[in-house]
């Protein structure tokens, strides 16, 4: 298993990862991998994780993950409303 994630140490520095991207990623796909495998239980997937609820949560928050579904949440959406023109009396 070292053998790998060397490996792909060595991928992520050669093609520009910067190491803040990389802990995102690998924290993020951890979290994601916990979610899912937890069925959205936060107290479970924490425990998982080694971390604490409330860090999970607030991690949470900065990926934009949704607990349920542990995908990010979408962005809303904003429909314009054509207006029609009054005809002059």
Not at 46 to 68: A, P
Request: charged share 35%.
């Amino acid at each position: 298993m070292k053998d790998r994630f060397e490996d792909l140490v060595k991928y992520l520095m050669t093609n520009g990862l910067f190491l803040e991207e990389a802990v995102e990623l690998l924290e993020r796909t951890l979290i994601e991998r916990a979610l899912a495998e937890t069925a959205g239980n936060q107290s479970a997937a924490s425990k998982m994780l080694g971390i604490h609820r409330n860090t999970l949560q607030r991690k949470m928050v900065e990926f934009q993950l949704d607990g349920r579904r542990a995908k990010p949440k979408p962005v809303a959406r904003v429909t314009v409303r054509a207006t029609r023109k009054r005809k002059a009396s």
